[in-house]
């Protein structure tokens, strides 16, 4: 993961970049859960408003084209792989993924 570094006042605070990978037929919740968490942590709970994430949290595909969902939902990739760190994503439906999908998080690829 990526460390970025955000003013707050007069600290600094070293936010962790997050990747979560879209493939095609993704379940909303297998990313949406994810992101909500990431993006709604705080580390003082009295400053929840002022206070931003300690999370940078980005949607990563393969490609830049729009990812659907199993619903149909159309979601927007915030990057592709060749410019994301590696990152892992656990998912219930894998047999959609394809084998760039399973490389670059470095899962086994199977269609078992």
Do not use: W, Y
């Amino acid at each position: 993961m990526t460390r970025v570094r955000l003013k707050e006042r007069h600290n600094q605070m070293e936010r962790k970049r997050v990747g979560i990978v879209l493939f095609e037929n993704i379940e909303v919740l297998d990313f949406c859960g994810p992101f909500e968490v990431f993006s709604v942590v705080r580390l003082n709970e009295e400053r929840r408003r002022e206070d931003p994430s300690p999370f940078e949290v980005l949607l990563v595909a393969e490609k830049n084209d729009p990812v659907v969902t199993t619903g149909g939902m159309k979601v927007i990739p915030d990057h592709t792989f060749d410019v994301i760190v590696k990152s892992l994503s656990n998912c219930h439906s894998c047999e959609s993924r394809s084998p760039e999908v399973f490389e670059f998080t470095g899962f086994p690829f199977s269609r078992e």
